[in-house]
């Protein structure tokens, strides 16, 4: 493949997914992946800071998407309606492509102590953004951390429900969202 193809960073990424597949990630380097690309070494980096963003990259896009969303919202919505067009406003970025990697990242991810941890962490990241952005909006803190929690839960979930059936993304973490929300009921009601 010439260096000049316009899909660089696609083929970046497909390249370090199977060889992170084939022979771990701990044993895979830069150079590895740049050269079954048909890429140079800088040219992996002009589109990724280290091998983790391949699986990673693009968290500050979503918390960006989900903090506008929670911006967005009507005064007079309840944290949980500014959760859920957050958690909708990122459907945009679940596309076919990603879809097509997200079991093999997810593999890679769950084979590796250091990603599960990046993993967890995005996740934290997710819900510190969420419960900033519903405090800026004068929701209570404990409330709004309670709300961001429920809110990244859906989001989690409602990925795993999407790699298998795709669709929509937004109405996925809707339904997602509603089932989280029934799940708390039912626990109060058991009480």
Known sequence: MARWEPDARERLVRAALDLFSEQGYENTAVAQIAERAGLTK????????DKREVLFGGQEVLAELMVGAIADTPAGAGPLVAVEAALVATAKTF??????????????????????????????????????????RGVPELEAAVAAELGVLAFDRGYGHWLEAGGDFGEIARRTLRDVREAVASLQRAE
Do not use: C, W, Y
């Not at 593999?107 to 969420?130: H, P, S, T």
């Open 42 to 49: 800088s040219t992996f980096f002009r589109h990724f800071r």
């Open 95 to 136: 596309t076919d492509e990603r879809r097509a990697h997200g079991p093999q990242r997810l593999a890679v991810i769950e084979g590796n102590d250091e990603l599960r941890e990046r993993a967890a962490l995005k996740m934290v990241g997710f819900a510190i953004a969420m419960t900033d952005a519903l405090k800026r």
